[in-house]
């Protein structure tokens, strides 16, 4: 006599999910790579200066010629943009896009007030101090290392109203735009750097 042998349906354990493969923004990673090698440039600049600070052999010198209650204004004005920036990307983040471009608008604004006072600051001490950046250790330095921040914050500008422009024109999609990020990025960069280089210059230096 055949017997059928009971069959059971076998189960297997359902294999845990994979986890998808996450790759950090190729961006990012670009942007950041820039901020090393622009730490590395500023670096040597205030290296350089700190190395002949106060090694002058003849005048003007930094306690004569270097205003303080300028350079407090511009510094105020600089500063008080990454705050305008940083509100202005969390506006674009939740879509509000008149916000947006107000305080962006505003980061502009600031950022220009303070290559104003830059260049005015220069123009006093070229014309009334006659410190350029052949007179002596201190102009060389000193135009060199203010001159280049200079140079990255116009820069910074140019970046601000192209993304001012294309939020304009609607090539700027919110609540995510890379675009702002990035640059909103670099604006704080520069505002870092210049803490730096106003204790350094206008503070410790004097």
Request: glycine letters at 6%; aromatic letters at 14%; a neutral charge.
């Amino acid at each position: 006599m055949n017997e059928t042998l009971p069959t059971h349906a076998v189960t297997y354990p359902t294999p845990p999910p994979v986890p998808a493969e996450t790759r950090p923004d190729v961006h990012k990673v670009g942007m950041v790579t820039f901020f090393v090698s622009e730490v590395a440039f500023f670096s040597t600049l205030i290296m350089t200066y700190i190395i002949y600070m106060g090694q002058s052999k003849t005048g003007p010198t930094p306690a004569e010629v270097l205003s303080l209650p300028l350079v407090l204004g511009t510094t105020f004005c600089l500063l008080s943009s990454s705050v305008t920036i940083h509100f202005a990307e969390r506006a674009l983040r939740a879509s509000h896009r008149a916000a947006f471009s107000l305080l962006w608008s505003l980061t502009i604004l600031l950022g220009c007030l303070f290559i104003a006072g830059t260049a005015y600051e220069w123009y006093d001490l070229i014309t009334k101090h006659q410190l350029t950046i052949s007179r002596n250790l201190f102009g060389t330095t000193f135009f060199t290392l203010i001159g280049f921040h200079a140079f990255h914050v116009s820069v910074g500008l140019v970046l601000l109203a192209v993304m001012l422009g294309l939020v304009w024109r609607n090539k700027v999609k919110p609540p995510e735009s890379l675009g702002v990020e990035l640059v909103s990025w670099y604006w704080h960069f520069v505002d870092a750097v210049w803490i730096v280089v106003f204790l350094l210059v206008y503070v410790i230096g004097r």
